[in-house]
């Protein structure tokens, strides 16, 4: 199964698309075609929506088994039908998927967040919540992808930002790029426990690195 693709004709597909182990978002007009390879490799229903009329819904969305994070002002009701609660990030650092980074047990975010955003993010995903950066980059949501399973992440992540990810997250942490050497690992894959979707420009030795780290070698 070929495990690349775009989303708009773009490979930065991070940016377009976000996923949990529930469900997929993709931006409207995304083609069906798309839609059911997103499905067929993440193992979830995929819903096209817009946030705050936006298509960038990976960038302004994060979400876990718990919750799903939109900026202030995104109306609920446009997301009704993913039945699962939907929270408003209190802060003006809003493209949510951009300074969060989050699994089903913990969650790294943005270290300028202020205490009612991280809060509102730990009453939204209900795991425990904490700031800090990957290799300097403050945007943790894009520098990184977490799924249950592993992290994987910026390849300029220094040795005490690593520790305290595996520290936090109780996982393996790798190093890797997407999109042909794009550090920012984050904006060309999506992943849950069960798969992983990259940007059609990631090399097969990428995606190799993307298996091993987030533990898809049978």
Do not use: W
Not at 35 to 64: H, Q
Not at 84 to 90: G, S, W
Not at 160 to 169: G, P, R, S, T, V
């Amino acid at each position: 199964m070929i495990k690349t693709l775009n989303i708009h004709d773009s490979p930065i597909i991070g940016a377009f698309a976000t996923c949990t182990e529930e469900f997929a978002l993709v931006p409207q007009g995304t083609k069906g075609k798309i839609c059911r390879s997103i499905e067929d490799m993440l193992k979830v229903p995929v819903f096209p929506k817009l946030i705050n009329g936006s298509t960038v819904v990976g960038s302004m969305s994060r979400g876990n088994s718990n919750g799903l994070l939109v900026p202030r002002g995104t109306t609920p009701e446009d997301l009704k039908d993913l039945d699962i609660p939907i929270h408003n990030l209190p802060s003006k650092l809003n493209a949510v998927g951009n300074v969060v980074l989050a699994n089903d047990s913990a969650a790294l975010v943005h270290p300028e967040l202020s205490d009612n955003a991280i809060k509102a993010i730990r009453d939204a995903l209900k795991v425990d919540v904490y700031r800090g950066t990957i290799g300097g980059i403050k945007t943790v949501g894009m520098a990184a992808i977490a799924t249950n399973k592993g992290l994987l992440v910026h390849p300029l992540v220094s040795d005490a930002e690593m520790e305290y990810l595996e520290k936090i997250f109780d996982l393996p942490v790798s190093i890797g790029t997407s999109n042909f050497g794009t550090q920012m690992v984050g904006s060309g894959i999506i992943a849950n426990s069960k798969g992983y979707v990259a940007g059609s420009n990631t090399t097969g030795h990428e995606l190799a690195r993307v298996e091993d780290a987030l533990d898809f070698i049978k």
